[in-house]
């Protein structure tokens, strides 16, 4: 639309041009056709004042007369000449003017003829003989003069009725133009309002969909809000009632067996085995403790610097054992692989948790995988990572040749109580327990698998600067746990913990004297003398265990410390039981244990 109405206005223009055009060339035509109308006039005039002068010479002959009559003469000829330069246009005026040009001539010459006769004082016979012919002759010279004044009129008015109607035309076609600029301008200014029209109506629909995108969005989030809460209730409620069916088949196993025993009491062989079924019950029982511990990051760690390569080769037999003849078992090990600081019973733990879930997948043979490597970490690689800092981490690979796991396995593997093996023969909790030791070691840990193309498991552990002593996976020590009657202070907040720890204590042959918190065991302290050992809860109401210790050493700089703990926890994370400067025995533990401990710190 707008090319056409910028189209019609340069019509217009053209048109109007071309009006101004054909008004130019009317007045240059009538101004043409006046002057071609004085010349002839002129002429005519110039002819009869000619006569005037050549009558006047001839009657009277005086010297002015002659003059006037030659300057006549000249000027009819300059006249002619004169419109012959201007009557180029129009063929009909040229004849006409050419016809006079002879008839002139020929009076001209008839006038020098008489009056060089009157010159020689002649008597006149010329004009009488040649009046008529020379009166004729200006006759047909009027005559044509009077015919082409009469012919330029009608040429003037032809023209000028001609370009007249030229105007009209264009006159017309120039209102046309108008007319259609205006509507064109009209349709613009309308198809610009129906444009903005529709834009407005664009924007208004736009803006109702982000309106109505957001609202669905905050739906969204909303619902996703809710599924999670939901899953995360399902997931507790697996938790729960995964730890409840657990616990309910060790307790049944204790409870009955502990019943039987009672009843053989006269029995002793009897009784012996029911009660060690009882104690196996509580074996389990710690484990799977443990392991919620683990998976809760709450376990009580005590991590210690560990050369990764030497301890991965220390288990490669323990691992053979596990895992049986028909999967081999290879090692791809960094040359010089960094040492990490990590609780080296729980990573025993975890590599032999993800070495029996290979060993499972891989079901009859294949082949298992250990690889180390340093890995050198920058913040682009952590950021998806939460948690992870950048820095050195050195990478335990675990890989097989088993089934492998599809995505839904994966995205679930980690849950503590989730498995796909039937029961009795999973409980769920060992990827759990992997997971959550690395976490609560600082470092991470991820699935790589496929169905049907096996499954690598990498732990990232923080790599460890300082110096590395031979770490040992287990306490191996074991032998005499005769106390000698050394006296051991012993704080306990639970009675029954405290009852047993007494009993297991002189079961060892060591005197126990029992406080249920720390002013009791100051108390205490004060009245005896010869205290060789503070055993001592953790976390207790009032004065904490840390606190009782430091209180102790400063009065009998002597007396060693023994911690023991349930789990290690302050306000807002669990720490390593490594700050407490002492020995930690972690809960629950067996007579042979606390014996072994004993010993170990009073040697
Ligand atoms: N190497 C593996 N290959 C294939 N699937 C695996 C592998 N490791 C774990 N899984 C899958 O992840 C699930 C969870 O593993 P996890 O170790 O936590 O529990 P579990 O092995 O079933 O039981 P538990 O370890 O407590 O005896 C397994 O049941 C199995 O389906
Ligand atoms: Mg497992």
Known sequence: MPLAGLAIVLIAAVVAFLISHGMVSTNQSVNHSIEVRVGISELGRDIAEQNAGFRGYLLVGTESQKTEA?????????????????????????????????????RLDYIHTQMKDREAGGTGLADTIARPRIRQLIADIDTRLQQMSTEEQRLLEARQAQSQRLIQWLSAALAGAVMLVVAAAYLTVKDARQRFTALRNATREARAAAHAAATESEARIEAEAQLRQIQKMESIGQLTGGIAHDFNNMLAVIVG????????????????????????????????????????????????????NAFLLDLVDLLRRTLGETIAIETEFEAAAWPTFADPVQLESAMLNLAVNARDAMLANGTLTLTTANRALYVGDTSDIADLDPGDYIEITVADTGCGMSEEVIARAFDPFFTTKTVGKGTGLGLSQVFGFVRQSGGHVTIESEIGSGTRVRLLLPRHRGEVQAAKARATSQGGLQGNGARVLLVEDDPRVRRF???????????????????????????ERDIAVLFTDVVMPGMSGQELAATVKAMRPDTRVLFTTGYARDDDNSIGLAQLDAPVLHKPFDVTELGTKLREILA
């Open 70 to 106: 030659n300057r006549g003469g000249a000027a009819v000829t300059d006249q002619y000449s004169r419109l012959r330069t201007i009557m180029t246009d129009e063929p009909t005026q040229r004849a006409n003017l050419d016809a006079i040009g002879p008839m002139l001539r020929e």
């Open 257 to 308: 067996s502990l019943d039987l025993a009672r009843r053989r009491i006269g029995q002793p062989e009897r009784a012996e085995r029911h009660i060690s079924d009882a104690l196996e019950g509580a074996g389990r029982a710690t484990t799977l403790v443990s392991r919620l511990l683990a998976f809760s990051r709450r376990q009580a760690l005590t991590p210690a610097p560990i050369e990764t």
């Open 501 to 527: 720890s007494a009993d297991a204590l002189r079961e060892l042959g060591y005197v126990p004297l029992s406080a249920a918190n720390g002013a009791e065991a100051l108390q205490l302290l004060l009245d």
